[in-house]
């Protein structure tokens, strides 16, 4: 199974591109993102996983995609020239699941294999610079929302968001999320 997971504004805008995210101080979302990738395979590009080291915990299994084949992710990492060999990875890891966490390539070539996305929607907008980075655009009809989740913002999480879990049509319905 391979599942999307990410944040956004409204525009869709996920990353600065500078490093980093646009927003900081999102508690809830961060905890939403480790419960759900505990124990998962996770798939990432280069850069975002250098961007989040020493983030992922001893229950992650990074699996980064690179054009460098001699690219050396620690002991805990394993390397992937494309989707396809990821996905074989984290079959023979026994996850039973690879969660794509990007960045915006990798979520794009990661899209057409994708049998749900699990969204934070941020109910606001961003002022993207000119080296923004946006999650890919999804065909509505493709995927069929089964649940949502919608929080307040508060004196922890400022932003009010909602998390949107959507499974592709025709791939059996994943109510495990």
């Known amino acids: 199974m391979v599942t999307l997971i990410a944040a956004m504004d409204k525009n869709r805008l996920i990353g600065t591109g ?30 975002t996983f250098e961007e989040m080291s020493g983030w992922f915990g001893k229950d992650h299994q990074p699996i980064i995609i690179t054009r460098n084949p001699a690219y050396d992710p620690g002991e805990d990492g394993h390397v992937a020239g ?11 890891s026994g996850r039973g699941e690879l969660v794509v966490c990007g960045g915006a390539e990798i979520y794009r070539l990661a899209l057409p294999f994708a049998d749900r996305l699990i969204l934070t929607l941020l109910h606001t907008t961003f002022q993207p610079s000119a080296r923004g980075i946006f ?16 929080f307040e913002g ?3 999480t400022p932003l009010s968001m909602t998390f949107l879990h959507l499974v592709r049509r025709g791939r059996g319905q994943h109510t495990d999320c």
């Open 135 to 150: 999650f890919p655009e999804w065909q509505g009809a493709d995927f069929e929302e089964i649940s949502r989740e919608d």
């Open 18 to 47: 500078q490093g980093g995210l646009p927003w900081e101080g999102m508690p809830r979302d961060k905890k939403h993102f480790r419960d759900y990738t505990a124990g998962k395979a996770l798939l990432i590009g280069r850069r």
């Open 82 to 92: 494309g989707v396809d060999q990821a996905m074989s990875l984290a079959a023979e």
């Open 154 to 156: 508060d004196a922890l």
